[in-house]
DNA sequence: GTTAGCACTCATTGCTTTCGAGTGCTAATG
DNA sequence: CATTAGCACTCGAAAGCAATGAGTGCTAAC
C-alpha cells in the first residue's frame, strides 16, 4: 500500500508529466508548493515507486516518467473528475440547439470533441439497426432507375439508386410502396429483412398485376448494408503531440486510423459507462503505445453507439474522462427525450 | 534551342529522378543504354542544361536534380501521353458498372485514383446548381418535427430536418409539397430560391387554409446551403513520398489538406481540360512546393466540376496526365449519357 | 526520518575526421 | 572539333570524440 507521501508525488509526477512531456526530476518536484520535501527525499520517494512498478526512467540517470501501472493507478484512485463548466456548457449549448438531425449532432460532437482535447476523437453509430422505420419513398429517375428513400424515426435518410426493369408501370410502383409503409412502418431497422422475406411479397402478388423481378430489384435496394458510421475528428492533432515527433510513428498512425473497419472492431466491444485503455490493455496491436478512452451513449433501452477519444499515454485522463461523460449524457438526454416516444 | 541530345538527357535525368527521388550524376547517366556518350560529356551538357535554369544542384558538387523550369519544358514537349491499357480499363469498369448515384461514382473515383497513383486525389463536385430537381418529399417525424428530402436528376438526394408550428394539418402540408413539386419539377436547383421567393407563396395561399410562417420553415429547409462537395482520397499517401520524410512538411501538408474552403478555392478556377501547375506556378503558398494537377468533368453543356491530383513536384507526371484524362473522359462520357436527355 | 554532499551516468551538443559520390577543368585522342 | 580520360576539388553524410549538464544513488551528517 502506498503512503500518503507516495501518493502526493506519484499524482505530482504524472500531473507534471502530462502537462510537459518531459521525464520529471527530483529537483522539480521539491520546487513545487505542494511538497515541502527535498529533492533527496523525493529521490528516495522516487526510487520506491520505480521499484513498485508506478515510475519508469528513460535511461539510468533521466528524470522519472509514469510507467502505464502508474498511469492505471493515477487513472483509478488519483484523479477527482473535475468540473468542467466552460466546456460543459459549449458542449451543452452545441448539443441543445438546433439540430434536429442525429448525425448532425454526432458529427458535431466528433469536431468539438478534438478541439477540447487536442486529441483524435472517434464516434462509432449511431446503430441504424435500432431504430425504426419512419417512411419509404420511391421516386423514378428515368424509365429504368429509381431512387429508394428510407426514412428512420431519428431523422436518418438512406438512399439508394437502383435499376427497374422498363415494363412496370408507375401505379404498380406506387402500389407497392404503399404497401411497404403498411406493412413496415415502425419496424426496427434490424427487423427489415426478415419482414421482407416475410408475407410482404405474397400480400404485393394480389394487389400488383405484373410482380416479376422488380420486388428483388426493390428489395436489393432497401437491404442494402446498411454500413456503421464512423466519424473522426482531428486526425491531424496527433502530429501536434511531442510523442509524434518521428515520421515512422506518424505512418503508423495514420495507417491505424484510415482502416476503419479495425477501429470499428474495437469500438463495437465497448462496454457500459466510460472504460480506459491504456497502451498495452489495449487489444489492437496498432495502438498499444496509445490510450483510448471510449463511452457509451444511449437511445432509451437500447445502447447506440460509443464515444472516444485516442491519444497518446500521456494523455490529459482528468479533462478527457469529464468532457466524455458530459458529453455521452447529453448526448443520451436528447436522444432520449427527443425519440424515446414518437414511434 | 535544345539540340536533340540535350532533349534526350534531359528526359532521361528527369525520368530517372522521378523515380528515384535521389539527384542523378553523370556517370549513372552514361550507364543507361540509351545513351552511348561518356560521362564527361554528360557533365558537359549537364553543365549547359543547368546554366540554361533546366537542372540544379543540391550542392556544389552533387548531381542534379530537375527545376520547376526543367519539369515544365518536361511536361509540355517531353511527354507522349502514355497508354495506360491496364488502368484505363479499371477506371471503365469501375465508372460503368452498377453505379447509379454520382457521389459514389465521385467518391470512387477518388479512392481508385489515389490508389493508382500514391498521391492524394481531390474531387470537386458535383456542381449541385446545374442538376435539377426531380422531385421534393416532407416527412413527419413528431408532432413538431419532420425531415425534408429533395431528389435530383442526377439521383442526388439531400435531406434535412427542421421543425414545423404544431398546428399545421398534415393535409396542408401535403397540398404544399403537391403545389412545390407541381411548380419546381425540372428546376435547375440553383434557380430554386428565385421560384420559392416569386410566385409561390401567394399560390399556397389560395389552396391551403392557415399557412402562418410554415411556409417560412419549409423554405428554409429547402434553401439551405448546398455545400460545394469534396471528395478526397489517398491523404496518406504523401506520408510514403520521400519529400514527405521531415514531420514539419507532414504537419504543414495535413493543416492545408484539412481545411476545405481552401481547397475549394484552389480547384474552383480550374479550367478547360487538363491543366498542370508545378511548384510555384500554384497561386496558393501552402502548395508552392508540391505539383497540381486538374482536370475538369461535365454535364452536357455545363462543367460540373474538377477532378486533380496532388503530389511531390517529383511526380509521375506522364501516368498522371494520362489517367486524369481517362477518367475525366469516362465521367463526362457516363454523364452524358446518363443524365442529359432526362429530365 | 530527512537532507546535504558528492561521485557517477548518460543523452545531447558541437567539433573533427573520414569517406565517397560527383563535379569542373585540362589535356589527350580519333 | 567533338569526345573522352584523368585528376584535383567540393561537400554532404556518417562516425568518432570531448564537453556539458541534468539527474541519479549512496553515504554520512543532522
Redesign the interface.
Known sequence: MLTERQLLILQVIIDDFIESAHPVGSRAIAKKEVIPYSAATIRNEMADLEDLGFLEKTHSSSGRIPSEKGYRYYVDHLISPNILHQEGNVIKHMIQDGF??FEQIVQMSAEVLSKLTNYTSIILGPEIFETKL??I?I?P??VS?A?A?L?T?T?H?E?????IPEEIDSSDLEKMVNILNDQLHGVPILQLAEKFNAGIEAMMQKYVSDLNNSYQHLKGAFLQDHPVKLYIGG??NM??QPE????DK??AF??MI?NEDEIVNLLKQSSEGIKVSIGQENDVAAIKDLSLITAAYHLGEGQMGTIALLGPTRMEYRKVISLLSILSNEMTDVLYTRYKD?D
Open positions: 434536429f438531425e419512419k417512411q419513398q421516386i429517375l428515368s432507375t431512387v428513400i426514412v424515426n431523422g435518410v438512399h439508394r439508386a437502383f435499376s486526425k491531424s502530429l501536434m509524434f515527433n518521428d515520421v506518424i505512418r495514420y495507417t484510415e414518437e
